[in-house]
């Protein structure tokens, strides 16, 4: 496979099979990226019962989200303690709020 090399903004190529290459390597691409979009559309509009629906703890659920929330928190400190105050760490300690939410909701939505 050829490198990386397609010419920016122009349609020269160094010879046809190159610019066979880069056409065929583009049209993959998009026909991923709307693959993706459309299965993405079709998960939330097929699991929405189970987004919207509350899950009881079960089994060890409860002892396996304060496990994911304690090594949070720890990071968080190291976070404060580490990284000057300033809008950087604070984004920081929000989207690690967020990943441990994330992580606590794969364990209620999908067991």
């Known amino acids: 496979m050829p490198e ?14 190159e610019e066979e290459f880069y056409m065929e390597r583009d049209k993959a691409i998009r026909k991923a990226m709307a693959r993706s979009a459309m299965e993405e559309s079709a998960i939330i509009a097929k699991d929405l019962d189970n987004i919207f629906t509350y899950h009881a703890p079960k089994e060890d659920q409860p002892q396996r989200y304060e496990a994911l929330r304690k090594g949070g928190k720890y990071l968080a400190e190291m976070i404060l303690q580490n990284c000057p105050n300033s809008r950087e ?3 920081a300690v929000t989207k690690l709020r967020e990943a441990i939410m994330w992580a606590n909701a794969s364990i209620a939505c999908n067991e």
């Not at 990386?4 to 099979?17: I, L, M, N, R, V």
């Open 4 to 17: 990386d090399k397609s010419p920016e903004g122009t349609d020269q190529f160094a010879t046809e099979q």
């Open 89 to 91: 760490r604070a984004i």
